[in-house]
């Protein structure tokens, strides 16, 4: 048994007949080409990624995959959100035709949010639809995008317009790839798992509280803990919604205001986490003035995320009715009616729909 494999754990996300794992450990990377064998996969795959994870990761996952017999290619495409469009979803099917892959055949998504989603987006159109392995390197895509299956790539008029619904056969974590991460990508991470607690697991939330040091001193089992309590939670949500008809929306606690904020700073100012970071200490102060939590757990929300160093506070010049205009542009609002998560505390929330947009703006300006 290897380093690695020592330290392996699984989590099931249960879809009938499109359940799979996710496999969570230390040094797994190399051991991924093996994995695979138990599928029965075509010999050829793609590797999909960009050159910042590639470079980094590349030749491990390319050396597993040809020990294992596959016949490996890798397309990659440059780095950014920005990328994550149409026009270069395109571009990775015409290579996939034009190195034949087949129906049986597999892509490997290595890199973050949007490698991953761009990768499922495309295994989702293939020829129909082919299969594909979540290779997830940042810890957002460890806790959340990796799992659930929504895929998607944005459209000039909004951020993840176009998209399916279609889940990976395999979701393989190797939490070593953080030690790369950028320590402003991992925070971003840390706002959902963060989320997760507020939403979910009081146990998470005081873990969360408790073991700051470790966790951002990337310590081996403080890191195995809540990127594994964030997969079971997300993999028990999504088993149960997967196409988000109802539960599936309290993993959107934050980001109804955190979407605002991305969209009034044109995606410049705050990353993805930051702004769902600032969202969840609002959207807690919303369900404060709902009578729905006391302030002392809107402040215990506040402080944990100020701990980390992520921002909870709006940026003064920005316009409340502004917000609140993107609020009701949001895809997630049906009917004309806004949705908003809000705690009724610590490890429990509610879906509220029809909150007065007076009543939000107020918030937003206190
Ligand atoms: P990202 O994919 O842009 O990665 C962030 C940066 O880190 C990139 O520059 C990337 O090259 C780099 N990087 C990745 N892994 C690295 C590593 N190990 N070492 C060094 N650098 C590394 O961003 P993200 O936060 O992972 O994902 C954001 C995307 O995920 C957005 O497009 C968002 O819409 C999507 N998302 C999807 C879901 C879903 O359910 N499908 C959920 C949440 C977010
Ligand atoms: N990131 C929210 C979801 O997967 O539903």
Known sequence: MSAGERTIQKVRVELQERSYEIIIGSGILANIGEKLLRFSFSP?????????????????????LKNAGFDCLHILIPDGEEYKNYNQAYQILTELLKNRLDRNSCLIALGGGVIGDITGFVASIYMRGIHFVQVPTTLLAHVDSSVGGK??????????????????RLVWIDIDTLKTLP???????IAEIIKYGVIWDKDLFDFMESEKDDILGLNKNALSFIIKRSCEIK?????KDERESGLRAILNYGHTIGHAIE????????????????????EAKIAELAGFID???VIRIKTVIDSYGLPSELPM??????????????????????????????????????????????????
Not at 151 to 167: R, S
């Open 44 to 64: 050829k795959i793609a590797v999909i990624s960009n050159p910042t994870v590639f470079n980094l990761y590349g030749d491990a996952v390319i050396a597993s």
């Open 151 to 168: 895929t998607g790539v944005n459209h000039e008029l909004g951020k993840n317009m176009i998209g399916t619904f279609y889940q990976p």
């Open 183 to 189: 320590k402003r990508e991992l925070l971003c991470g």
């Open 235 to 239: 993999a028990e949500v999504v088993s």
């Open 263 to 282: 969209t009034e700073t044109a995606y410049r100012k705050f990353l993805h986490g930051e702004a769902v970071a600032v969202g969840m200490h609002f």
């Open 295 to 297: 302030n002392k757990q």
């Open 317 to 366: 010049d920005l316009d409340s009715n502004k917000l609140v205009s993107h609020m009701q542009l949001d895809k997630k609002v049906v009917a004309g009616e806004m949705k908003f998560i809000l705690p009724e505390g610590i490890g429990k929330v509610k879906i509220q729909k029809g909150i007065n947009s007076e009543y939000i703006k107020k918030v937003l300006t206190q």
